[in-house]
């Protein structure tokens, strides 16, 4: 043994001088970010790192052994990541063999040992720090949870402010197992609502966790975390419920270009693959480093340090530990976490804390512990309003409804229901999606009446409960009137409505006699006859000046004195009736612009007959319900139907301060009869089996029809309100509420809901198809492109003859040697006299040979009766209907010449 004593201290003595000097470190197995922060600080420092994991916590042999193995590798000093009864053993050890210990834990002792150094804050720094800041809360009174096994004896002073002499009171309660929430509830029964939390970082999250479940995260909640670790959590579930929360934060983040720190950092994440901010770090990582940087900074100043390969056989002491920790605990570092500051027993004070505070805006920095004093300064919270949103979550709202189809109703269930699970609806659902956004929770009561001003200025119904705060909002059919608005606050509108009346259906009539004149509107019917004539003129028109419709009345006469024209009046509309009663006429246009017209009124006919026959049969088979009222002036007139509205309710306050005479006189016969019902159900009831109109808002009536197919709604809507959620006056929730239900509006959720509970659930499409089914009338609207067709076609049939007749003017003004103007006014002046079917044929003006006129009139008749010989084959036929002669062709020549010579 003493061999090997002596070789162990020979080889000792060759420690090369050149090589690393090694840090140990002991952690827990499960402490991998520990030993990395070993490793990256050791990096940084030129030491290696020797680390030995613990398998079992608290297993104390086995620490030994690591301990023993780490004095045999010549370790400089040990860091320690355990703790409790470990962290006792490897102090016993250490001290054994003058080996720095550098503990990172949190001590639930003074350690009156000498080679401990503690680089977590002393219990003294605690106790004040806490001390200070309860008496700046002015807390008179607080409870002091903490978690099993982690020491209470650091917060003596704490607790000793619980004694008589101090004005407050402190109540321990100890979080064990793995479950907080009993003895949370508990305190939430007490009343208690001040907290100091001393529990280990890892279980921070759980306590804040069932801190919430149970509602312990309100606006009358404060707390104070020991952890530095609980501002490294992400708080933002917790930062709109209102609470209060004030941690410590040990690191110096304020001091942005810390290049240590992010040195640190960027080592870290890279060893890991995290990708923590320096606000992440726990603190633990942080002391971590600067026990190493602590280490470093007095081997730089106790030159010549040796290492020493120890064994805990031998009891022989480090030669160089005791003064290595000399000058570990009186040199003055900073570290991560600020001046590194120790008392002779290796305590850590004048810790320097920043005091963060939870707020909506997020961590916020309310102050400092710096020189053993308070420090508060309070920045003003830079998103106010999110304080207020804070308002509404994790509330309990009181939450007022109405049993009022489709808002609300009582669920049906073979079990029996309790609270909020008694009720659904559309209001229901309504609350459950605000809620969503809000992150209010919410009880139910029901409440039927929903309340107004009376006559004696009293409020009633919801408006009461609200105004008197028993309530915090009311959600229903509630409409939005200007007598509850001044009393109560109402959220932006989430529906629309007007009142409306519903009725029963009345029984079906048979067809009228003269219902095949219901196929057009009367518009229609009108327009045409206007179109006829309209039609029977152009075609005249038309018809005289068109050249070819002038025709040899006696086709066996070559050379006629005489031209007959069939497009008189008669036949004109002759024409026209003939091819709207799809018969025909023996009426046949010749030229191409009668033709053109002619075919475009074809055109015509042929798709109104066509309309008026496919749309006839409905019209002359479908019974219609004829309803004994259209307006409500009809029905106030009416002597067999009564009327009524919901008794307590907007629809009879709006006739009752109607200053119309027709609803005010209805409002009083209503009383009078005593019309007025309790609910909306009672009033359909009625609508459905008496002589009864309902006055009902629209969107219930829509509902109310939907499930009853005999009922309908009579006329139009009385007027135009709103629905909105009733709140106290100038309540902090309107604004978020407003922007919760504006935000449900545009993404469409508020109609998705309505169509689920008008339309599928509780009976919903039931009478979806069957309304409808009313013939519809034809209109301008329907036949006007008919119309236009015709318009068109005519303009240009007139358009062609006129050019047509300018032609043959043309001509004649030259055969004859006129003037163009002559003939146009002679021709014009003949066609627009509307009369006379026959046309003497011209001739030359010359001065007769023999000085008659007779033989004037046969040289015209040659001329202008040449064309008509290839026609005429064709057309024998029309010639011969058209209108004889009574006059000689001989005398008409002789006519014709006298008006040419004079004329
Ligand atoms: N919505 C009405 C109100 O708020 C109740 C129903 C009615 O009067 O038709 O009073």
């Not at 850590?348 to 400092?368: C, P, W, Y």
């Not at 045409?528 to 018809?543: C, E, K, R």
């Not at 055109?603 to 479908?622: E, I, K, N, R, W």
């Not at 002597?639 to 027709?662: C, L, M, N, R, W």
């Amino acid at each position: 043994m003493y061999v090997l004593v002596l070789f162990l201290s020979v080889l000792s003595q060759n420690v090369c001088a050149n090589e690393k000097s090694i840090i140990g470190g002991i952690f827990y197995k499960d402490s991998d970010d520990m030993k990395v922060a070993l490793e990256v600080s050791a990096k940084n420092f030129n030491f290696t790192a020797s680390i030995k994991e613990v398998s079992v916590r608290g297993e104390i042999l086995e620490v030994s052994k690591y301990v023993c193995e780490l004095a045999e590798e010549g370790v400089i000093g040990i860091i320690d990541g355990t703790g409790g009864r470990a962290s006792e053993n490897i102090q016993a050890i250490c001290d054994m063999l003058e080996l720095p210990h550098v503990s990172i834990q949190h001590n639930d002792l003074y350690s009156e040992n000498w080679s401990v150094l503690n680089m977590h804050p002393s219990p003294t720094a605690f106790n004040m720090v806490l001390e200070n800041l309860i008496i700046h809360k002015d807390w008179r009174n607080f409870t002091l949870l903490y978690v099993k096994g982690h020491s209470l004896l650091r917060l003596g002073d704490l607790l000793k402010m619980g004694n008589d002499s101090y004005p407050y009171v402190v109540t321990l309660r100890e979080l064990s197992g793995d479950n907080y929430r009993e003895v949370l509830i508990d305190a939430k029964r007490n009343g208690y609502t001040n907290f100091v939390v001393d529990c280990p970082s890892r279980n921070l999250e759980q306590v804040l966790l069932h801190a919430q479940q149970v509602g312990m995260m309100a606006e009358e909640h404060s707390y104070i975390f020991l952890s530095p670790d609980i501002f490294t959590l992400d708080m933002d579930r917790y930062r709109y419920g209102g609470v209060n929360m004030t941690g410590f934060r040990l690191v110096a983040l304020q001091n942005k270009d810390n290049e240590k720190l992010w040195n640190f950092t960027t080592t870290f994440n890279q060893e890991t693959g995290k990708e923590l901010e320096p606000d992440q770090f726990k603190t633990k990582l942080l002391l971590i480093h600067d026990a190493v940087e602590v280490i470093s900074a007095a081997m730089k100043k106790l030159k010549d340090v040796k290492a020493e390969f120890l064994s805990c056989d031998s009891y022989k002491a480090w030669n160089y530990g005791s003064s290595l920790l000399n000058f570990m605990k009186t040199n003055k570092v900073d570290g991560l976490t600020r001046s590194l500051i120790f008392d002779g027993l290796g305590q850590r004070t004048d810790v320097t804390f920043d005091l963060l505070e939870l707020t909506s805006a997020g961590n916020q920095s309310i102050g400092m512990w710096t020189n053993n004093k308070l420090k508060i300064d309070r920045p003003i919270v830079a998103d106010a309003e999110i304080t207020q949103e804070a308002a509404l979550r994790n509330k309990t709202l009181k939450v007022l409804i109405a049993i009022a189809p489709p808002y609300g109703y009582l669920k049906l269930s073979h079990e029996t229901l309790e609270g909020n699970d008694r009720y659904e609806g559309f209001t229901i659902d309504l609350i459950e999606k605000l809620s969503e956004i809000l992150g209010f929770s919410y009880e139910f009561e029901v409440e039927q009446d929903y309340g107004s001003k009376t006559e004696t200025g009293e409020w009633t119904g919801m408006a009461l409960q609200l105004r008197e705060d028993k309530a915090d909002l009311a959600i229903c059919d509630l409409t939005i009137t200007a007598v509850r608005q001044s009393g109560i606050d109402f959220s932006t509108p989430f529906m629309t409505l007007g009142i409306g009346i519903l009725y029963k259906e009345p029984s079906k009539q048979p067809p009228e006699m003269f219902s095949f004149m219901a196929v057009f509107s009367k518009e229609v019917w009108y327009y045409m006859m206007l179109i006829q004539l309209a039609l029977g003129v152009t075609m005249i028109f038309v018809g005289r000046i068109s050249h070819k419709e002038w025709q040899n009345p006696v086709p066996c006469i070559e050379s006629p004195e005489e031209l007959s024209n069939q497009f008189s009046f008669a036949n004109s509309v002759w024409l026209i009736i003939g091819s709207v009663m799809q018969q025909g006429s023996e009426i046949a246009p010749i030229a191409l612009a009668p033709r053109m017209i002619t075919s475009v009124w074809w055109f015509f006919t042929m798709v109104m007959v066509a309309s008026y026959v496919g749309t006839l049969v409905a019209f002359l088979t479908v019974e219609k319900n004829v309803l004994p009222f259209n307006t409500v002036e009809e029905l106030y007139n009416s002597k067999s139907i009564s009327y009524g509205a919901k008794k307590k309710g907007s629809t009879k306050q709006f006739f009752e301060d109607s200053t119309s005479p027709v609803y005010q006189a209805m409002y009083k016969k209503m009383v009078a009869h005593n019309w007025l019902v309790e609910q909306n159900d009672i009033g359909v009831k009625m609508a459905e089996t008496t002589q009864y109109a309902f006055f009902m808002e629209s969107t219930s009536l829509e509902y109310w029809k939907e499930r009853h197919c005999d009922l309908l709604q009579v006329g139009g809507l009385l007027d135009s309100k709103s629905y909105g959620i009733g709140m106290k006056k100038k309540s902090p929730f309107k604004k978020y509420i407003d922007d919760a239900l504006l935000h449900l509006k545009e993404n469409g959720e508020i109609e998705k809901l309505r169509n689920i509970w008008w339309k599928e659930k509780r009976g919903g499409g039931k009478c979806g198809e069957k309304r409808d089914e009313e013939q519809k009338q034809l209109g301008m609207k329907n036949m006007l492109g008919a119309f236009v067709v015709l318009g068109v076609g005519c303009l240009i049939g007139l358009f062609i003859s006129i050019i047509d007749m300018l032609w043959g003017v043309f001509k004649r003004s030259v055969k004859y040697s006129t003037t163009f103007k002559y003939e146009l006014v002679e021709e014009l002046k003949f066609a627009l006299k509307f009369s006379g079917s026959i046309k003497p044929v011209k001739r030359p003006q010359k001065t007769p040979v023999d000085g008659s006129f007779e033989a004037l009139a046969k040289a015209e008749g040659k001329d202008d009766i040449r064309s008509l010989h290839s026609i005429k084959s064709t057309d024998t036929r029309r010639t011969q209907h058209s209108h004889s002669s009574r006059h000689s062709s001989r005398s008409l020549s002789v006519a014709f010449a006298k008006r040419r010579s004079y004329s």
